[in-house]
């Protein structure tokens, strides 16, 4: 595979995990209040970028980041929390500052502006504009320009009609419109799809509008999808379909050799290996896992692990 095709592939399922962690923080912060230092986190980064402004609360995650492991774990949903605040901002003053600090803890910044941005209905023009003044302003690498349209997808895909809820494909049609409308041909279009893709999981996964791993099919959505579409695809709902099992590679990979043709099976073996990671199994059990698949597959899914694993 192309290596920036294996890139695009790969960030968005890390992505993906980090932003599952992100609905995770929200539902636990209300469940256990001051007892989990991730919630007291959360409000702490809202004041302050509320206080502060976005540079300051973007400056002090990745920061702190660098040298405390706990923090470290959960920045990536913190950086949500400031783009959430930031688009709060963009509201009342209608300018939203970047920096390159916006990178840190895996894009999550760029994510959560976009989410909240597209997921409350606001002005795509300006949503566009914005991920423009991004590439722009931060333009040596294009990273930060592309998952600021990976967030404008998990944005789209947001149910806005009741009657979406529970019909995954319905939620990703008028999405999927939205990022095609929106967004260019190439890169931005795909980035953006893959946050739509990756949105639907994180439903699945979270119990949210409708969808449930007892109900859901993960791979469905898949099938309609041209051949890299489908990388892509299995690629953000691989996370959705281990959970469905259990976390159980065996029994994972028994499902995805049933359901995919040959040719798919060394990608979705890699992002297999790569949710495993994810999930920190340990490495006995991944290795076993990996074997289990024979080979190319094997191979394949020790890269996805190890590939993952330097992320984390």
């Excluded at 007892?214 to 959970?243: N, V």
């Amino acid at each position: 595979m192309k290596p920036f095709l294996k890139l695009f592939i790969l960030l968005p399922l890390f992505f993906l995990a980090a932003a599952i962690g992100h609905s995770r923080l929200i539902v636990q912060s209300v469940k256990t209040q001051e007892t989990d230092p991730r919630s007291v986190w959360q409000r702490e980064i809202a004041d302050l970028t509320r206080s502060r402004g976005v540079a300051q609360a973007l400056a002090y995650v990745a920061t702190r980041s660098r040298t405390d492991q706990a923090y470290q774990a959960v920045c990536h949903e913190l950086m949500h929390e400031v783009g959430h605040q930031a688009y709060r901002l963009f509201l009342k003053e209608n300018r939203v500052s970047v920096t390159t600090d916006g990178s840190a803890c895996a894009f999550g910044f760029y994510h959560g502006v976009m989410e909240a941005w597209i997921g409350k209905g606001g002005d795509k023009s300006k949503a566009i504009a914005f991920c423009t003044m991004v590439d722009k302003t931060l333009g040596q690498s294009k990273n930060s320009f592309y998952q600021c349209w990976h967030g404008i997808g998990h944005g789209a895909v947001v149910p806005h009609e009741r009657k979406l809820w529970g019909n995954p494909d319905g939620m990703v049609a008028p999405a999927l419109t939205v990022c095609a409308r929106m967004a260019s041909p190439g890169p931005e279009f795909t980035n953006c799809k893959s946050g739509v893709y990756a949105g639907v999981a994180i439903f699945i996964m979270e119990n949210q509008y409708g969808l449930d791993l007892q109900s859901a099919d993960p791979l469905a959505l898949c099938e309609s999808e041209h051949e890299e579409g489908k990388i892509r695809c299995i690629g953000s709902m691989m996370p959705a379909l281990f959970k469905q099992w259990h976390h159980d590679m065996g029994q994972t990979w028994n499902i995805l050799e049933e359901r995919l043709p040959k040719a798919l099976l060394v990608h979705a073996a890699n992002a297999l290996g790569s949710s495993a990671a994810i999930e920190r199994i340990t490495l006995a059990i991944i290795t076993a896992g990996c074997e289990h698949m024979g080979h190319p597959y094997s191979d394949s899914c020790l890269t996805g692990y190890k590939e993952t694993q330097e992320l984390l």
